[in-house]
């Protein structure tokens, strides 16, 4: 299994981009899609997690100017950021609790990162 992630990049404060992390490989099913970020000296970060309901849930810092969505049939999350501020730089890493089989165990996967940079 592989996560994908890409999107990331240069924008201004008030500006928007968009990530996008796609799950491959022997996937059954998969339960939670999220983003987490890690800034520069700081300890890394959930952002916003959405279940295969379509539930979702945001970091207070991120409410109203980040959107995460999901599409269950191409196994791929979505965030759209809005608003962007110089404190969203961040490497942005995708991840998903997946199981492989059935019967199987869940497990984390995650993504190789993609460096979102706010700055003027």
């Known amino acids: 299994v592989q996560l994908q992630a890409s999107g990331g990049g240069l924008a201004q404060p008030g500006g928007s981009l968009r990530l996008s992390c796609a799950a491959s490989?022997?996937?059954?099913?998969?339960?939670?899609m999220g983003w987490y970020r890690r800034a520069p000296g700081k300890q890394r970060e959930s952002v916003a997690t959405?279940?295969?309901?379509?539930?979702?849930n945001y970091r207070d810092s991120v409410k109203g100017r980040f959107t995460i969505s999901r599409d269950n049939a191409k196994n791929t999350v979505y965030l759209q950021m809005n608003s962007l501020k110089p404190e969203d730089t961040a490497v942005y890493y995708c991840?998903?609790?997946?199981?492989?089989?059935?019967?199987?165990?869940?497990?984390?996967?995650w993504g190789q990162g993609t460096q979102v940079t706010v700055s003027s």
């Open positions: 490989g022997s996937i059954f099913s998969i339960n939670v």
């Open positions: 959405v279940t295969s309901e379509g539930t979702t």
């Open positions: 991840y998903a609790i997946i199981r492989t089989s059935y019967r199987g165990t869940w497990y984390d996967y």
